[in-house]
């Protein structure tokens, strides 16, 4: 559903814009929302960045143009114009539903094959890397500038949505954009660091307990955050993105998963693939979502009903 043209006329003529990512949003969501936003106040147009609660962001994000960003008890309840940007379904965007469905025009960026296409305007592209791939082409269309804080932004979405181009998705596009973005100035250093180098001493303390717990069941590598864990080390959910990544390198596995316990009680169970396994439609199957080889839902639990209800899916 590639409707670039419709959305170009339709932001060319908008002087006030409103943009949104899905809750918890990771590289790809609040890299690509940041960066189209900051385009578009080069380009004199007036607008904002916000999630749905809860509204928190890492710190490993503090290098993004976060000037944009409001809460979502800021964000327009009526905007003229509205951008969802990697939301793959109008309820990843929480408490901001209701200013999507009150919007003049709501616009969908999107690169996840689940979408359905929830706006007035849908800008998916399965094929796409990273949204931010969208976006960049976007912004190539309407000719809005793109300086180093937008490339940075934009970059950081490919960056972290291909792995650091290591996954199956690293396209020739991919990196065409890549290196186009680096030549506006994006500083891949400066991701890297933040991304893939910057947890608190604590946070190895946390991995540590959850690779102890770890387990190996036949083609299958998973293991459990619990909330007393987060306590015991203070870290916040937010920070525990990288945990699944150290799970799914065991090599025996050609499915990984990490099963992460939320503050009331219930799961969130994140899951990779080697590329054999379809997880995106698994993740499907229970109400979420995501990619072939990454995807995720949620679930009342236990660890063991989860894990019951994901091999019954294999």
Known sequence: MISLEAAVAELRDASHIAVACHVGPD???????LGFAASALLAGRACVVSFGEPFVLPPIYDYLPLEVLVPPQEF?????????????????LGNLVPSATSSGCLIVIDHHV??????????????????????????????????ESVATA?????????????????????????AELIEAGARPEVIGQNMYERVPFSFLKLEGDVLARAELDGDIVWSVLYQED????GIGMEDTDPLIDAVRVAWEAAVAVLIKELADGTFKASLRSRGVVDVGSI??????????????FSHTGPPGAIMAAIKARL
């Open 230 to 233: 987060l306590t015991r080390w």
């Open 27 to 33: 590289g790809d969501a609040i890299g690509s929302a």
């Open 283 to 296: 993740a499907s199957a229970y109400g979420g979502g995501g990619h072939h080889n990454a995807a995720g």
């Open 76 to 92: 327009p309840a009526q905007p003229e114009v509205m951008v969802s940007i990697d939301a793959a379904s109008l309820d990843r």
């Open 114 to 147: 689940s979408n359905p296409g929830f706006g007035d305007i849908n800008v998916i592209d399965a094929d796409a890397a990273a949204s931010a791939e969208i976006v960049f082409r976007l912004l190539r269309e309407l000719e809005w500038p793109i300086d």
């Open 154 to 178: 934009l970059l950081t979405g490919i960056v972290t949505d291909t792995g650091r181009f290591q996954y199956s998705n690293t396209s020739p596009e991919a990196l065409r954009i890549a």
